[in-house]
C-alpha cells in the first residue's frame, strides 16, 4: 500500500509540473475563434428568421452547445479544471489518510 502513494505522489508531482507546449494552446485558440465565428453567425441567421420555435429552438441549442463545447475544451487545455481536479484530488487524499 505504501509503494502505491509514493507511485501516486510521483505521478501527482510529474502532473503537476507539466506545461502545455504554445503551438497546443495557438491551434487550439484558432480552432475555438472559428468556431465561435460560425457559431455566432449561425444563432444571428436563425434568431432573425425565427419563424417556426417549435424546430428552431432545437437548432439554437445544437449551435449553443458548439461554442460551449468550445470553450470549455480550451479551458481543460489551459489546465484551469485541471488545476482543481488535482487539488480536490489532494484534498479528498488527505481526508482518507487521517
Not at 26 to 35: E, K, M, N, P
Not at 83 to 89: G, N
Request: proline letters at 2%.
Amino acid at each position: 500500500m505504501a509503494m502505491a502513494m509514493e507511485l501516486a505522489d510521483k505521478l501527482l508531482l510529474v502532473l503537476q509540473s507539466y506545461s502545455l507546449p504554445v503551438w497546443a494552446i495557438i491551434i487550439s485558440g484558432l480552432f475555438v475563434a472559428v468556431s465561435l465565428s460560425l457559431s455566432i453567425y449561425l444563432l444571428l441567421n436563425h434568431l432573425s428568421a425565427y419563424k417556426n420555435p417549435e424546430e428552431q429552438k432545437f437548432l439554437v441549442g445544437v449551435v449553443l452547445m458548439v461554442s460551449i463545447y468550445a470553450i470549455e475544451s480550451v479551458r481543460w487545455l489551459c489546465h484551469v479544471l485541471f488545476k482543481c481536479a488535482v487539488t480536490m484530488l489532494l484534498a479528498g487524499r488527505g481526508r482518507s489518510s487521517r
